[in-house]
């Protein structure tokens, strides 16, 4: 997490964009950042870069979008961003099962072993616009793996599961502020503990010094009564 004084933002933030291919991760930051959707788009070669400024309750916050291709023969390029990374967001697609299984067993594993941080976890079930074309039986098993999945990744940093449509752009916003509400919190609550360190460490300091000066006083007391 960054915090900076300078004068154009309050808080700066890379985001991390992973998961399977074809799970409209590229259409999802396209969609955020430009409120745009192409549904030819290609896949991503390695590693793609978007920024987007927005205001959150009074501060401005600059986010560093990072679209990672999903593709395995990118794996070696794609993890070395991973570090410093203050949220992630991993895309799965809700009319295929295997890709959601993927989170749990290789995924958030990769979070995990290349993250620096701790950083934010978002799962993002997207092409919820076609969930129209899917039996209940279907829909069912994916919410159910979702919650699992969700279950079994426990204090994983994972703070939402969420369905969104790049194509209709339904949730998408909500997704991407929500993360960013998190990682502003964190960052309070590492400033809150920093503080309340300072401030413990101060009162440990004077309470030190307090006793040494009543440590001081009565050794002079001493002294000067022993030349008497």
């Known amino acids: 997490m960054t915090s900076t004084l300078r004068n154009d933002y309050d808080h700066l933030f890379k985001v991390l964009c992973i998961g399977d291919t074809a799970t409209g991760k590229s259409a999802l930051v396209a969609r955020y950042t430009e409120d745009v959707f192409d549904k030819h788009h290609n896949s991503t070669i390695g590693v793609d870069f978007k920024i987007k400024t927005i205001e959150r309750d009074g501060k401005v916050v600059k986010l560093q979008i990072w679209d990672t291709a999903g593709q395995e023969r990118f794996r070696a390029i794609t993890t070395s961003y991973y570090r410093g990374a203050d949220g992630v967001l991993i895309v799965y697609d809700v009319t295929n099962p295997e890709s959601l299984e993927n989170i749990a067993t290789g995924w958030i594993n990769e979070v995990r072993n290349y993250a620096s941080r701790e950083p934010k976890i978002l799962l993002l079930g997207n ?8 039996s ?9 793996l979702a919650a699992e999945i969700r279950e079994r990744l426990g204090n994983d940093g994972v703070v939402e599961v969420l369905e969104t449509s790049a194509k209709t752009g339904a949730n998408v916003e909500r997704a991407f502020n929500g993360i960013v509400d998190h990682m502003v919190e964190a960052v309070r609550c590492k ?3 920093a503080k309340a360190a300072q401030e413990h ?7 030190a010094l307090s006793i040494f000066s009543s440590e001081a006083r009565r050794c002079e007391s001493s002294w ?4 008497m």
């Open 127 to 134: 092409k919820s616009d076609l969930k129209g074309k899917m």
């Open 136 to 144: 209940d039986a279907e829909k069912e098993r994916v919410h159910l």
């Open 191 to 193: 400033l809150a503990k």
């Open 201 to 207: 460490g101060e009162r440990l300091r004077g309470k």
């Open 224 to 227: 000067c009564c022993g030349l």
